[in-house]
């Protein structure tokens, strides 16, 4: 993802290096945080910690965040940014949270609830973003469209097909052992004669009933590590989405799209869907909201979490089901951002198949001359995506596309060997820095917050420092925006597990093309001497 590189950028770096020459910065004698001289935390991670612990600092905290507090009380006090607005590209938003209050992107050219489209952008009262998906929910993968649409000779055929027949056999192998749970469960309550029974109680259970029998065994394993209550509530989350991939997202049967009434395979349409945000149930948009959370969610309101970023409002663009997206929503939702004055997009999606890909290579370029950064996951399967594709991407082969997309990778809290979250995709090619993504606290629908994680959690902490950075120095562009993030980082300089694989180990330099962590702190230091230099500053 290095492979466009022009002069000024260079410059830029070399700037931050060598200092502003003529010019002055406001922090002239501050110098950036490095991991030279951390040591290994010693101890389990508070519960204060864990819950803001994207925003602590490394050398202060021991605890590999983004240095945000430090940077707010450090660096922004008594400052004013410009307000950004931040789209976010995902399953919905829930708009009405309380701790997104102030915090959502309203269209000034719509009337609301007039049935016309007054700014004639082709989205009717289009007030608070565009939901591209209309009342759909559910989807299929790409990989499963690809199997339906029928044996084209083609080798995408052929990986697809081999990649659906992977897929349903492992979800049927889940299914069996969580429907085994569900009733070992069942069998145990009622022969307790209760439902919120204790590892104890099933300890004491007597019987020469084998199916009971094997009931005990299992529940006894499971209880010894947490409460039933905590172990179904797990159990059924992921039951649910094992179903959901067996009825929907591997079901060449299934066609979500139809509801819609849309035709995926042509551009020239865009007038679909409608303006419900949230879609067309709050519920739904758990992923949505808790992403806009963690970039917007109010700060120091002691409710919930804290936001990265303070003075941004989020455009909120439904684009993502339960299933993998559409090339034509992607495009057509990264145009409808660029269109109404995002600066910085989100995508926390991505998909291994991508038969547009074109679309929305050029709907990123696009973005790009309208000077927007787009910020996307790395992607949760564990994989070095130098050998495995994901999409979207900004390459065609080793050629980069554009110079306004960062892909980004997932942290944990714990600093040493597991650094890397268990489950983030890397590569020395395609992500460019790394970011929080394990235990993440943030808003999620109906006044209600969660911690979450994957990269889809990383992804929004970096953007967070993006709108950070294009608040307070709005005359950076986003191609210096993306270098910042990058290079301001703190390099990691240890060995660790990669996949989830504790016997696979490698040099945290060699899962990016930075060999660094984003840090707000850094990235500010790093964006005022650029900013300064030009003599062009918000104070």
């Known amino acids: 993802m290095n ?3 022009s002069i000024v950028f260079l410059g830029l770096s070399s700037l931050f290096l060598i200092g502003c020459g003529a010019s002055k ?24 910690e864990l819950l803001r612990w994207s925003h602590l600092d490394l050398i202060k905290d021991t605890i590999p965040g983004m240095s ?26 829930d708009i009405e949270h309380d701790d997104l209050k102030g915090r959502v992107w309203t269209n000034a050219k719509e009337i609301p609830g007039n049935g016309i489209d007054d700014d004639n952008n082709g989205y009717i009262d289009d007030i608070h973003g565009w939901n591209f998906l209309g009342d759909v929910v559910h989807e299929t993968l790409e990989l499963t469209r690809i199997v339906r649409k029928g044996d ?8 697809a097909l081999k990649k659906l027949d992977e897929e349903k056999k492992e979800a049927l192998t889940n299914k069996q052992q969580i429907d085994f749970i569900i009733a070992a469960d069942k069998g145990i309550s009622e022969h307790l004669k209760k439902e919120d029974y204790t590892l104890q109680e099933v300890k004491s259970i007597l019987t020469t009933n084998p199916t009971l029998g094997n009931y005990k065994m299992a529940m006894m394993q499971f209880l010894a590590k947490s409460s039933r209550e905590e172990f179904m509530k797990e159990v059924n989350e992921y039951g649910e989405h094992i179903y959901d991939q067996l009825n929907y997202n591997l079901n060449t049967e299934y066609n979500g799209r139809k509801a819609l009434g849309d035709n995926h395979e042509d551009f020239s ?75 910085v997009i989100n995508g926390s999606f991505g ?32 994989e070095n995506l130098n050998v495995v594709e994901s999409f979207p991407n900004d390459r065609i082969g080793d050629k980069e596309i554009a110079d306004n997309f960062i892909k ?11 650094t890397v979250a268990d489950f983030s995709n890397y590569g020395k090619t395609d992500v460019d820095v790394f970011a929080p993504g394990v235990k993440i606290y943030a808003t999620v629908p109906n006044q209600e917050f969660k911690y979450e994680q994957g ?49 696979n180990k490698l040099p945290f330099s060699e899962l990016s093309t930075t060999g660094k962590i984003v840090n707000a702190y850094n990235a500010l230091l790093m964006a005022d001497k650029i900013a300064n230099s030009t003599g062009n500053v918000s104070k």
């Open 68 to 93: 945000v507090d430090r940077a707010y009380a450090e660096l922004l006090k008594n400052r004013k940014g410009q307000k950004v607005i931040v789209a976010v590209i995902d399953s919905g938003t």
């Open 269 to 343: 349409t865009k007038s679909y869907g409608n303006n419900q945000v949230w879609g067309p149930d709050k519920k739904h948009a758990l992923h949505g909201t808790h992403v806009a959370g963690i970039i917007a969610q109010v700060r120091g309101n002691n409710l919930g979490g804290d936001g990265v970023a303070t003075n941004v409002e989020i455009m909120a663009i439904r684009a993502v089901p339960n299933g993998d997206e559409y090339d034509k929503d992607i495009a057509l939702a990264i145009r409808y951002a660029a269109d109404n004055g995002a600066k």
């Open 351 to 382: 998909k291994g198949f991508s038969p547009q890909r074109e679309w929305v290579h050029e709907a990123i370029q696009y973005a790009a001359s309208k000077d927007v950064l787009f910020v996307h996951a790395a992607g949760n399967d564990g």
């Open 3 to 5: 492979s466009i590189k």
């Open 455 to 503: 990269t889809s959690m990383a992804s929004p902490n970096a953007a967070g420092v993006a709108a950070l950075i294009r608040s307070y120095y709005p005359t950076l562009t986003a191609p210096q925006v993306k270098m910042i993030l990058k290079e301001s980082g703190i390099a990691i300089n240890k060995t660790v597990v990669v996949g989830g694989d504790t016997t």
């Open 408 to 418: 980004i990778g997932a942290l944990n809290f714990d600093y040493g060997s597991k």
């Open 25 to 48: 910065s406001s922090f002239t004698n501050l110098k950036p945080l490095t991991s030279e001289t951390v040591p290994l935390k010693n101890g389990k991670i508070s519960e204060a």
């Open 152 to 159: 084209d000779g083609s080798e995408t055929y052929q990986k």
